[in-house]
């Protein structure tokens, strides 16, 4: 069930602990709590305007605890779940930052990625082809996904202290009202 609240999205984060991008431990070395929040971080320093770019990054893979084992499609799981608290913006995000890491691979072949990203490319479809990454290119958010891309695969330093999820509480905060106030209809004139 998605989080309908900031304190839902809050505790689903928190059992990120100890929750990790492959089951059996063989992927990336943090766990998805700390992977969240080193990403976020990264993003708030290079964007440091774009609290929904950094939420994006907190959140991008909660589709790995939300349906272990399911590469191919975490993200789109990561997207549907917070797309009612945290917007389209937020979601669009997260759901392409698989695309960023397939558009990456076609546009920057030499640039390394761990040994689960290489692995999971293939599950995802490999490197984009030359027309699926110009119409990549074409989308408003493409810049943005690449940005979350390139701080995901940064995020990953065993031992980094990135801060704590408490720390992100007021952005995501900010980031619900934000979404809310797109869906809520107008308040009806005064006469």
């Known amino acids: 069930m998605p ?3 900031v304190d839902d999205l809050m505790a689903l984060l928190e059992r990120c602990r100890g929750a990790w991008d492959a089951p059996d431990r063989s992927g990336d070395p943090v766990d998805l709590h700390d992977h ?6 990264l993003l708030r320093r290079d964007h440091p305007g774009d609290p929904e770019l950094q939420i994006a990054g907190l959140v991008h893979d909660l589709g790995h605890l939300l349906r272990p084992a399911d590469d191919a499609g975490h993200a789109r799981t990561a997207a549907d ?3 009612p608290l945290l917007g389209e913006r937020v979601a669009r995000l997260v759901e392409l930052h698989v695309p960023a890491k397939r558009y990456l691979a076609a546009v920057r072949p030499e640039r390394a990625l761990s040994a689960q990203s290489g692995l999971t490319l293939r599950l995802q479809g490999g490197a984009m082809t030359a027309d699926e990454a110009d119409a990549f290119e074409e989308d408003e958010l493409a810049a943005a996904a690449v940005a979350l891309r390139l701080a995901d695969d940064a995020g990953k330093v065993v031992g980094l202290d990135a801060g704590s999820l408490a720390d ?3 952005v995501l905060e900010q980031v619900a009202e934000r979404a809310a106030e797109r869906i809520r209809p107008p308040a009806p004139p005064l006469r």
């Open 36 to 41: 969240g929040l080193q990403t976020a971080a």
């Open 81 to 83: 779940a917070v797309r």
């Open 168 to 170: 992100w509480r007021p």
């Open 3 to 5: 989080p309908e609240t």
